[in-house]
């Protein structure tokens, strides 16, 4: 079986710790129905800065929908959850979530189902998250995505409203944003890669591995990493990544210069599309996957 190349971009946001009291660890299931965060002062009632929204505004059950909170300003926490849109008044979950970044988010189980709602992992100020939601065989007709969404602790708001999803068939509704086409360098579930890769601006304005060195990125035997910062204030990296290979090409983060107990990411190649993954490397063996397939991207 011959090796193909496979081209994939990941992009990293680099978040900042700051302390803060209650649930900073987001293990926040005693608010599973209320949403409530229980920090001993009221939510706020004010038009909040948060924003739900996902890739699309209809769906089928086995679906996966790409869900985003963002704001134009920093968070500390949320609580994530989808619901029954036509029972305002229902405190039960609607299907599961996968994460993306297993490093700030984090599954919770609500209503007795794991993985039902997504949570903080720690107090790490926050501009977006992204997540992927699985729709159940059993889903409602229209399903509403709601956030609770802590700023500090003292300040948050409770049960935000987000996007609603509805299935085939279902009386028709009023447009809605979706998430737009985001730029090469974002995670998403569809988006087009602009591969293949160059080597411009290697040393300058992006740092780079090439095996063998001083290889085209373009040629089919070439193992290409290159590292970007994408803001200006350092807080995103982008990483692209290329090389021959039948199954997955991966990169790995490290604290030390040893081959064990790192955060990896794979790019494995599923039919025509590559599956990008979060796994860990227990020592010097094959990377452990930590979950299940995080969002496509096409060769």
Known sequence: ??????????????????????????????SCSSMEPHHGVPAQTTQSPFHLATNTTTFSPGDRIQVILSGTSYFEGFLLQ?????NQDSVFTVGTFTLIDPMRTQLLTCDKQQGSAVS?????RLTEVVVIWNAPKDSPSVVQFV?????HYNKFWVKLPGPKIYQ????????????PSPSPGHMTTTSNLPGPFVSNGCGQSK??????PGCDPKHPHCFFLSMSSKTSNNTSVVFELSGPADGYIA?????????????????????????????????????????QVKHDTKL
């Open 1 to 30: 079986m011959s090796s193909v190349g496979l081209w994939c971009v990941l992009f990293i946001s680099v978040c900042y710790w700051v302390e803060v009291g209650g649930y900073a660890n987001g293990k926040v299931t005693k």
């Open 82 to 86: 989808a619901r029954d849109a036509a």
């Open 120 to 124: 903080h992992t720690s107090d790490a």
């Open 147 to 151: 956030v609770t969404v802590v700023a």
């Open 168 to 179: 085939p068939g279902v009386t028709s509704h009023p447009p809605q944003s979706a998430v």
């Open 207 to 212: 740092s780079c591995l090439l095996d063998p």
């Open 251 to 291: 990169f790995a983060l490290s604290w030390d210069t040893w081959m064990g107990n790192d955060d990896v990411y794979m790019c494995v190649k599923v039919g025509e599309r590559v599956s990008v993954s979060a796994a860990l490397n227990p020592g010097r063996t094959h990377p452990e996957d930590q979950s």
